[in-house]
Every structure is written in C-alpha cells, then in structure tokens.
C-alpha cells in the first residue's frame, strides 16, 4: 500500500524510518516541527525580517478573485502573517513553491534568531519550540546547541528541493507529488553525506 509520506503517522509507521529507507541515510538525531511552533517563536523574538522576492497574492474561494497581501522586499511581519505566509498555498505550481517559502523563512527565522537582540533569548525561544516538536534531542542537548549557534556560519546551511518525478501522481485518490528517489539518494550521496550503504560498507571494510 502506497501512502504520503506526510500522512504515515496516521498509519503509526515510523516516519523516520521511513525518510531513512526512502534516501538511504541513517538519521541520528531528527525534529518534526508542527508549523505553529514558527508563530510561537516569532512572539518570542518580536517580529520575523525577511525579504521577499516577489508580491504574494491570495485567492479568495468564495469570490474566485485575487487578493495582495504582501509587497515584494524587505519587512518586517508579525506571527500572524508569517502564519498567513507559511500556510499559503496560492500559487501557480502550489506546494512546491510553498515549500520554497518555507524553507526561506526557516533561514530568516534562524538569521533573526542569532541577532544580537535576540542571542540572550535563545534559552527560551528553545523551549518555544521544544514544546511543540517531536524530537529525540533532549533539553540538555538542545541547550548545548543552542549554547553554540553563534558559532555557525549561516552560509554553511543548505536546504534543498526534494528531486520530483510527476508532479500529478495520486495515492488513493489524493493529488500529491513524486519523489525521485534515485535523484534524492544522488544529491544526498554525493553533495552531503555517506548513504547508509556506504556506512555499512565503511564498516565490513574496516573489520
């Protein structure tokens, strides 16, 4: 039986285990953060700052007709537009572009968390979100990393689109996307990690 990948834990499958069959990778440590834990974090730190590449526009469903929300550039939003922002699903290709403006304000987030305004926070805006994510990171090991975020140059963060085979395909009836897997295993063994595979080999290897 085939079923999305974001509804596995409907299904009481392990969604990290399946993300670790899926790229072939072993996952240590994993976060799976429900999306109102970012407005939670954006009370904490006042407001998010981020820079928006083009205007966004909603559709209304009632009338069928546009609306603007946002301007293209620099601003400032509060948690409530920022949850208009990451809940938005109004464009032309949908959630892949939603995912792209996910994933920017998740960088945003993180830059606005690691000003200087707001370093002293950082304890807090730990529990914020430990509060509201699944996580086998313990408070003291999240306290640790938190502890060291100044040191970490944003420029060494990477986030990348998950490879899409058919944009079209469904599962029971549902519309979703196509991951393609032997893409997605690529780009993780060859741009960022060993792959499981590899570990295991390293090890008959080394034995």
Request: contains cysteine.
């Amino acid at each position: 039986m085939k079923i999305l990948l974001n509804d596995v834990h409907t299904y009481r499958v392990d969604t990290v285990e399946e993300v670790e069959q899926l790229l072939d990778v072993s996952i240590d440590y994993y976060a799976i953060i429900d999306l109102d834990t970012i407005p939670a974090v954006i009370e904490e730190i006042g407001g998010l700052t981020i820079t928006l590449d083009e205007e966004i526009w909603k559709l209304n469903k009632k009338t069928g007709k546009w609306y603007f929300v946002f301007p293209k550039g620099k601003q400032t939003l509060n948690a409530e537009q920022v949850e208009t922002l990451v809940r938005n699903r109004d464009y032309a290709d949908g959630d892949i572009s939603r995912g792209k403006m996910q994933r920017k304000i998740m960088t945003a987030l993180i830059q606005n968390m690691m000003s200087a305004k707001n370093i002293l926070k950082l304890p807090a805006i730990a529990n914020v979100i430990l509060e509201n994510t699944n996580t086998n990171v313990t408070v003291r090991e999240a306290m640790k990393y938190i502890s060291e975020l100044k040191e970490i140059n944003l420029e060494d963060i990477t986030s990348v689109n998950m490879p899409i085979a058919d944009i079209a395909y469904k599962v029971n009836g549902t519309s979703c996307v196509l991951v393609d897997e032997e893409e997605a295993r690529r780009i993780i063994s060859e741009d960022w990690i060993y792959t499981r595979s590899e570990e295991n080999n390293t090890e008959i290897n080394e034995e």
